[in-house]
Nanobody
């Protein structure tokens, strides 16, 4: 079982920045990938960014150039640097860990952290 704890959310004005952190309870080197997802009120959860164990990052088109995902395996932590925030970025942001074991993908989720962007 993997436990994930997010932090760093808050209320920020449009154009501002935040850095979200996600601390994992296990060695993140054992995970195939980690990622950030978000869910706005009344909308489905969507992918924001993922990063593989090898450091390869992938972003949703809506956040490219503004968001940066990174990981520090020594601290078992993944980060999401969010710049140039827009009101439409308002959502609960969830950290996820993905591990393939026996040919099956297992997903683990954090409890989420609220990001609210005021215009």
């Amino acid at each position: 079982q993997v436990q994930l704890v997010e932090s760093g959310g808050g209320l920020v004005q449009a154009g501002g920045s935040l850095r979200l952190s996600c601390a994992a309870s296990i060695n993140t080197n054992s995970l195939n990938a980690m990622g950030w997802y978000r869910q706005a009120p009344g909308k489905q959860r969507e992918l924001v960014a993922t990063i593989t164990n090898g450091g390869s990052a992938n972003y949703a088109d809506s956040v490219k150039g503004r968001f940066t995902i990174s990981r520090d395996n020594a601290k078992n932590t993944v980060y999401l640097q969010i710049n140039s925030l827009k009101p439409e970025d308002t959502a609960v942001y969830y950290c996820a860990a993905h591990k393939i074991r026996g040919g099956v993908m297992y997903d683990y989720w954090g409890q989420g952290t609220q990001v609210t962007v005021s215009s």
